[in-house]
């Protein structure tokens, strides 16, 4: 099984940038699609962003599209997400997710690892 431990949340203010990292043990991210979810209070697990093995697939949310990018190191075994233009409702805990198989879901109930989550706060 591959362990994820997410990093790199925190306050930033309106307009600013993060970056998040999912460092992967346990097993090879290779073997796996990577997914960032996040979870605001009071709400449910939204997906953020996906992408293959190889990184030639990427699937990204229409509210983060064109501010969010996601991408992995396979031989740091690690995926980021860099998040520009940040706006206050993209407060959340964000989650790293891993899945085998080739597809790039963006539900939930698709990913069987995750990790613990960061929180990532913006203010107005």
């Known amino acids: 099984q591959v362990q994820l431990v997410e990093s790199g949340g925190g306050l930033v203010q309106a307009g600013g940038s993060l970056r998040l990292s999912c460092a992967a043990s346990g097993r090879t991210i290779g073997d796996y699609v990577m997914g960032w979810f996040c979870q605001g209070v009071g709400k449910e697990r939204e997906f953020v962003a996906a992408?293959?093995?190889?990184?030639?697939?990427?699937n990204v949310a229409d509210s983060v599209k064109g501010r969010f990018t996601i991408s992995r190191d396979n031989a740091k075994n690690t995926v980021y997400l860099q998040m520009n233009s940040l706006k206050p409702e993209d407060t959340a805990v964000y989650y790293c997710a891993a899945r085998s198989g080739g597809l790039l879901y963006s539900h939930v109930g698709r990913y069987g690892f995750w990790g613990q989550g960061t929180q990532v706060t913006v203010s107005s």
């Open positions: 992408i293959s093995w190889n990184g030639g697939s990427i």
